[in-house]
């Protein structure tokens, strides 16, 4: 039941309609977070190696990206969006989460996306295309599997009422965060070579400085700031991908 909530919460297929699942099993759904990924990557890398059949390369990264977009409903960049507003025009707590849960997108949300597919557009289109595809599966569940571990740092900087998907976390039970760490850590192996593990530590430094700049700013993390940190941490997956790719070759 927690598995099918996280897959229900996380993406917009129709996991629904499987079976009901209890309101109560999406306070857990963080633990399979980075099992969702699997989906999300697999599907995007499918999307990616059979779009490359017919298309160029460019449109291909495109088409992978868009499909992502499409299955999770624009989720974490909606999220990434509310961060940037957030955290670029509050000056205090009260003011950042005010704004954070402002449906409409300011100038900070906006700038903030175009970097961000720029900058995903970018790096995976400095890659050949079979490493591209081996880092999407990678990248995706193992950032979202790091992402993941916020709920276990810091306290949801809201009261439960004010959520705005009305579900506040529950921190993991050492079983759920095993099951976290090993889907995160699983898709690793689709790197073609070892050395490109070292693209990893970019991410845990990503995860660090954003959970401690939440810390210092909300005393906590919201549901956009999960969304933020996961986009952020792949990106810099990706980051550290390219630097090993532009070093040993």
């Known amino acids: 039941?927690?598995?099918?909530?996280?897959?229900?919460?996380?993406?917009?297929?129709?996991?629904?309609?499987?079976?009901?699942v209890p309101?109560?099993?999406?306070?857990?759904?963080?633990?399979g977070w980075a099992m969702t990924g699997w989906l999300?990557?697999?599907?995007s890398a499918a999307v990616l190696y059979s779009s490359a059949l017919v298309f160029p390369v460019s449109v291909a990264i495109l088409l992978a990206?868009?499909?992502r977009l499409l299955i999770t409903g624009c989720l974490h960049e909606d999220g990434l969006a509310d961060f940037f507003d957030g955290f670029g025009g509050g000056s205090d707590k009260q003011k950042i989460l005010s704004i954070m849960k402002d449906s409409h997108i300011g100038t900070y949300g906006v700038v903030g996306l175009v970097f961000y597919f720029l900058m995903l557009y970018t790096l995976l289109s400095s890659l050949p295309l079979d490493l591209a595809g081996c880092a999407i599966l990678a990248a995706d569940p193992f950032a979202k599997g790091v992402s993941s571990m916020i709920i276990n740092r810091l306290p949801y900087a809201r009261k439960e009422e004010d959520s705005k998907a009305k579900v506040v976390y529950s921190r993991m039970t050492p079983?759920?965060?095993l099951?976290?760490?090993?889907?995160?850590?699983?898709?690793?192996?689709?790197?073609?070579e070892i050395h490109y593990l070292?693209?990893?530590?970019?991410?845990?430094?990503?995860?660090?400085?954003?959970?401690?700049?939440?810390?210092?700013k909300i005393g906590g993390y919201t549901g956009d700031c999960?969304?933020?940190?996961?986009?952020?941490?792949?990106?810099s997956f990706y980051m550290g991908i390219v630097l090993v790719y532009s070093v040993t070759h």
């Open 179 to 192: 099951f976290s760490v090993v889907c995160g850590l699983f898709p690793l192996v689709w790197l073609p």
């Open 40 to 43: 999300t990557a697999g599907i």
């Open 1 to 20: 039941m927690r598995i099918l909530a996280a897959f229900i919460f996380f993406t917009r297929l129709p996991f629904w309609r499987i079976t009901s």
């Open 65 to 67: 990206i868009i499909s």
């Open 198 to 216: 070292w693209a990893t530590f970019p991410v845990l430094l990503c995860w660090y400085f954003l959970t401690s700049f939440m810390k210092k």
């Open 175 to 177: 079983g759920e965060y």
């Open 23 to 31: 309101g109560d099993y999406f306070k857990n759904v963080v633990s």
């Open 226 to 235: 999960c969304g933020a940190l996961t986009l952020l941490c792949e990106l």
